[in-house]
Structure formats: structure tokens, C-alpha cells
């Protein structure tokens, strides 16, 4: 299982080895917001969930700290999202992050759970305590790049909070060590071409002026053979 190792704000190092992984859907609080995510997919084949909010556990080894993403053809992309952590049994173990959800979207249109198993969630290598920040959690900020391109920005207040899903969590005995749980996105700016050479992801804290952030390019693997 892949080892995540995250800096935290006062230097201290926490590493944790993914033992689940699971990657939250159509999780914005607002019902606009989900359906213009619907929609958002809809346009790309993806059929709507039967159930909302959707959790789709993730192989543990996609879970990884990187600035390359392989990809097999032009139709993939990320998307902004944040993550929690759990590191340990206390609630200081409980870390916060920034999180890209890299989805194969010609697959997502055959099934979102498989393609979700065909990309990795690519996670920041800085993190905050979720309980140095929990009392503003709905005012941090959450944007992503498509190369150059703004395509998305809001606020964690757009998605459901990390309290609903620690509860999830608790609720199905996987509140422990070594669980990572991606949030689900907020909605992408229309008309942005999301099917971008690099994808950067920002989460902000505008109390303290502080930033996590990830980045990393996208590779196209060489064409088969047979």
C-alpha cells in the first residue's frame, strides 16, 4: 500500500500508509450544484446516480503524491477537490489536504465506479489539522487549473462538510488509520476545455493568507500493440 507523508503548517511530518480510499460523488449541498454536475457529465455520456451522495471506494494504490499522470488517450481530467486523512486515533490525526480526482471520462461513461479505478487521486504533500481550521471550514477556497485556465472556484460551503463524511465513516467501521476520503467537486466553469496537458489544484485559507497546493502534468502512454 502507497505511503502518504504530508508537511504540516508547524514543520512537524505525519506519514500514513492507505489502507481504503474512497472517492465521494455529487456531494455540493446545494441541489443546483449537484444537478449542474449531472449536467456537466450528462454531456460527456455519464449517466445520473441513483443515489445522492454516491461513495466510491478507490484501490488504495491510486492514492499517490505526483506531478506526472500517465493516461491512456486525450479524454481524462481532474478535478478540484479536498481530502481528509486520518492518521491516527485522535482528532489532531485528522488531516486536511488538497485532492485531484484524475477520471477517465470516456470509461466514466460505462460506469463511474470503474473509472474511478482507472485514475489516480493525486493528493497535495502539504496538509492542515481539520480541527486548526474547522471554524471556518465553510470560508477556505477551493480552485483548479485546466492548464492555464481557471475552470474551477467556490468554497468548501458548495460541498458537503468533512463532519458528514467523518460520520459516514465512523457509521461503515472505517474511521481509522490509514483512510483517505476525496470529497466530490464543485462545478466547473462552462465552456473551459477541461481535456488539458496539466491540471493545479489550490485550497486557501483567506483568515491566514495560506495555500496548498498541487500540480502535475499529463503524459500520454505510447500507443499498443495488438
Known sequence: MPELR?????????????????????????????????????????????????????????????????????????????????????PEDVLLTAACDHTDRALEAHGVAWSKNAGPDVLAAKAWRLVDVQDRLDDLTLSAWAGETLIQQGKLAELLPPSYWL????????????????????????????FADSWRVELGDPATGETIELAYTVRRLPEPIG
Open 167 to 194: 460520520d459516514v465513516l465512523r457509521e461503515r467501521g472505517l474511521h481509522a488509520p490509514g483512510t483517505v476520503l476525496i470529497s466530490g467537486t464543485i462545478p466547473m466553469v462552462h465552456g473551459v476545455d477541461q
Open 6 to 90: 504530508f508537511t504540516l503548517p508547524d514543520g512537524q511530518e505525519r506519514r500514513t500508509e492507505v489502507r481504503t480510499l474512497l472517492n465521494a460523488g455529487y456531494a455540493g449541498r446545494s441541489q443546483e450544484d449537484v444537478a449542474a454536475h449531472v449536467a456537466e457529465l450528462a454531456e460527456l455520456g455519464v449517466p445520473a446516480p441513483s443515489v445522492i451522495p454516491a461513495l466510491y471506494p478507490v484501490a488504495p494504490y491510486l492514492a499517490s503524491q505526483t506531478d506526472e499522470v500517465p493516461v491512456q488517450h486525450e479524454r481524462t481530467s481532474g478535478e478540484a477537490e479536498w481530502a481528509i486523512v486520518i492518521t491516527g486515533p485522535a
